[in-house]
């Protein structure tokens, strides 16, 4: 049998109910694709369940819990197909959903990386908060989305239809060719989860590639299914994976500046936590700044030859959220 254009392949650590739920959907929108589970040495009933429901699925047994990053990493060494769609066990596919991804990647050779439309699987005619209509980052490296900027999310009026160039893409479900995944060594081990995706497309667009949005391709993302937004190892994770990246990307002249910059508004935001009665989340940033610097050499040697200025967004998110009341993607 020929090897089929698409592998989809779904990270997996103790969600047999995720799977027992959005699998079936998946499987009967997907008969174009190679269907995967790459198991992070789950301690449920995940690998049975797979074995006696849903035989045709491909299973990918990781040794240990690896995380997001590295559990990929891992089980991605010995997929072959020319396409890899990493959709989270959380997310419903909807009907050719792989089909208008496909003719993007046939037909554009510079586009390495595409994300669908990501609307919330809990109130539908809303964007979710892991992607929406993909992402960007502000002049000190915020991310934020077409249709969601920090905790707003906006109702899906076909306002961003069209498909664009992005900073980059949500890891709930990200399309990128398998070449350049290994040519640029796939995520970065060290980040465990959290921001690994958009480090990888920005050394992506370091390296000249394109990340595409593609609006007739859509998801519904539960989001937090695996880790919620009110634990403080998410917390942790996403602050010092940010200022990791930072580090590993930004033009050598901007390192300081925003590295100080941002470290100064993490102080911030560790005091509103505090003051707000939300001690745990205040310890996690001071224990991802702690990291950060442990990891310092190590991130600067990650460094690559190339950092182009030009993928910035010249305002502040956070001035123009939380002073000037911009809410929306559309006023900023």
């Not at 995967?36 to 040495?41: E, L, P, Q, R, S």
């Not at 595409?212 to 942790?236: E, I």
């Not at 390192?255 to 993490?266: E, G, N, V, W, Y």
């Not at 996690?284 to 702690?290: D, E, G, N, T, V």
Request: aromatic share 16%.
């Amino acid at each position: 049998m020929s090897l089929k254009k698409i592998a989809v392949v779904i990270l997996n650590w103790n969600g047999e109910q995720l799977l027992e739920q959005f699998l079936p959907t998946l499987l009967a929108f997907s008969t174009e694709a190679t269907v995967y589970v790459a198991d992070n040495n789950s301690t449920d009933q995940s690998l049975t369940l797979l074995k006696n429901k849903f035989p045709s699925v491909k299973i990918i047994s990781n040794s240990g819990n690896f995380g997001f990053a590295k559990g990929y990493n891992v089980a991605l060494q010995n997929v072959e197909e020319p396409y890899y769609v990493l959709v989270n066990s959380d997310v419903e596919v909807t009907e050719n959903w792989l089909t208008p991804i496909l003719s993007i990647f046939e037909n554009e050779p510079n586009t390495a990386i595409i994300q669908p439309k990501l609307l919330d699987f809990k109130d539908k005619n809303y964007f979710e908060y892991a992607g929406a209509a993909g992402g960007f980052i502000d002049q000190f490296g915020y991310p934020y989305c077409r249709g969601r900027i920090f905790e707003t999310l906006e109702e899906d009026f076909g306002q961003y239809d069209n498909n664009i160039d992005l900073f980059w893409a949500s890891g709930a479900c990200f399309f990128i060719r398998k070449a350049v995944f290994r040519e640029l060594n796939g995520f970065d081990d060290d980040f465990f989860a959290h921001q690994e995706e958009i480090d990888l497309c920005w050394r992506a667009r370091n390296s000249g590639y394109a990340i595409k949005f593609c609006n007739q391709s859509k998801v519904y993302h539960v989001g937090g299914a695996t880790l919620s937004k009110a634990n403080p190892h998410k917390t942790f994770l996403n602050f010092r994976n940010s200022l990791l990246m930072l580090l590993k990307n930004l033009p050598k002249n901007k390192i300081a500046p925003i590295i100080f910059s941002r470290l100064c508004l993490d102080g911030i935001a560790g005091l509103t936590f505090l003051f707000s009665g939300n001690p745990k989340h205040c310890g996690a940033i001071i224990r991802a700044h702690f990291d950060f610097y442990k990891l310092f050499l190590k991130t600067l040697k990650k460094r690559t030859a190339i950092q182009k200025p030009d993928y910035f967004k010249s305002k502040s998110i956070l001035f123009q959220y939380y002073i000037k009341g911009s809410k929306v993607f559309e006023q900023n």
